[in-house]
T-cell receptor, first 113, second 113 residues
Framework: DQQVKQNSPSLSVQEGRISILNCDYTNSMFDYFLWYKKYPAEGPTFLISISSIKDKNEDGRFTVFLNKSAKHLSLHIVPSQPGDSAVYFC????????????FGAGTILRVKS | DTGVSQDPRHKITKRGQNVTFRCDPISEHNRLYWYRQTLGQGPEFLTYFQNEAQLEKSRLLSDRFSAERPKGSFSTLEIQRTEQGDSAMYLCASVMGVSTEAFFGQGTRLTVV
């Protein structure tokens, strides 16, 4: 039973355009959400997070939006750069999971120059 | 501070052998997590330490797996009588205080042949 789902296995975007990565969750008790980026043969790197009491958090080119009623969050990258090409994981914590992270399966982002 | 360090980066072992991985967390981080990632999936929680106390273990962690964190510093994860299904990337993450933002190491890729 996947509680965090990233339904798009891959996404291809032109350099300079917006990348939108989506994530859905089923557990309404999750109260904190994070995005991680992972390059091949490296561990995940923290990108940005959002608490369930907010609906938007912005950090430079990265913005995360949270829609609690839809149990949906998205990561926007503007403008996209070739160095953004990586696997992006959505993760959630809270509820019965406490401070453990529950990850989605990831979305491969390719930014074409 | 060089971040979370894991050793070895790669390990190839024959089925039935025992293996041990090491994780050195960021020095002031009191919480340490082990996750396992298989191809096409996000990381899955294995176990968690707060200082030297192992507070939680996933049901994914069979009796062949054991983890320790003596003195609340580095941690080891041992797998006894390895099976081909144990082949995966083993990730260590550390967290400071009550934060939810986990910092991951580069992982140990285990291949059981």
């Amino acid at each position: 039973d996947q509680q965090v789902k990233q339904n798009s296995p891959s996404l291809s975007v032109q350099e300079g355009r917006i990348s939108i990565l989506n994530c859905d969750y089923t557990n309404s008790m999750f109260d904190y959400f994070l995005w991680y980026k992972k390059y091949p043969a490296e561990g995940p790197t923290f990108l940005i997070s959002i608490s369930s009491i907010k609906d938007k958090n912005e950090d430079g080119r990265f913005t995360v939006f949270l829609n609690k009623s839809a149990k949906h969050l998205s990561l926007h990258i503007v403008p996209s750069q070739p160095g953004d090409s990586a696997v992006y994981f959505c993760a959630a914590s809270g509820g019965e999971y406490g401070n453990k992270l529950v990850f989605g399966a990831g979305t491969i982002l390719r930014v074409k120059s | 501070d060089t971040g979370v360090s894991q050793d070895p980066r790669h390990k190839i072992t024959k089925r039935g052998q025992n293996v041990t991985f090491r994780c050195d967390p960021i020095s002031e981080h009191n919480r340490l997590y082990w996750y396992r990632q298989t191809l096409g999936q996000g990381p899955e929680f294995l176990t968690y330490f707060q200082n030297e106390a192992q507070l939680e273990k996933s049901r994914l962690l069979s009796d062949r797996f054991s983890a320790e964190r003596p003195k609340g510093s580095f941690s080891t994860l041992e797998i006894q009588r390895t099976e081909q299904g144990d082949s995966a990337m083993y990730l260590c993450a550390s967290v400071m205080g009550v934060s939810t933002e986990a910092f991951f190491g580069q992982g140990t890729r285990l291949t059981v042949v």
